[in-house]
Nanobody, 120 residues
Framework: VQLVVSGGGSVQAGGSLRHSCAAFGFTYSVHCMGWFRQAPAKEREGFAS???????SYAEPVKGRLTVSNDNSKNTLYLQMDSLEPEDTAMYYC???????????????WGQGTQVTVSS
């Protein structure tokens, strides 16, 4: 499975960005997709996941500001980032896993990272 990420960039606090993650080569028609981020000197952490049926899960720090969505017909995952804060500065990664999220973040397949920088 290949995950190709586009998006990222630099924005001032309060601004918005949108990312996409196109998946190629899924074996199964059901899969879990999600987003991770890694800030400097911190561990990579998951913050959003989405099932095939569109049900989502978010980490508390991003609720209400970052929104994940999918287009199953295109096997593409999206991340809409609004009301960005300097604390959102990090490398962002797309991830996927066969079958269901089952209350966790996917970790089986990874896309390349894309840098997001939010200035105050």
């Amino acid at each position: 499975v290949q995950l190709v990420v586009s998006g990222g960039g630099s924005v001032q606090a309060g601004g918005s960005l949108r990312h996409s993650c196109a998946a190629f080569g899924f074996t199964y028609s059901v899969h879990c997709m999600g987003w991770f981020r890694q800030a400097p000197a911190k561990e990579r952490e998951g913050f959003a996941s989405i099932e095939n049926d569109g049900s989502t899960s978010y980490a508390e720090p991003v609720k209400g500001r970052l929104t994940v969505s999918n287009d199953n017909s295109k096997n593409t995952l999206y991340l809409q980032m609004d009301s960005l804060e300097p604390e959102d500065t990090a490398m962002y990664y797309c991830a996927a896993e066969d079958l269901y999220c089952s209350g966790t973040y996917p970790r089986e397949y990874w896309g390349q990272g894309t840098q997001v920088t939010v200035s105050s």
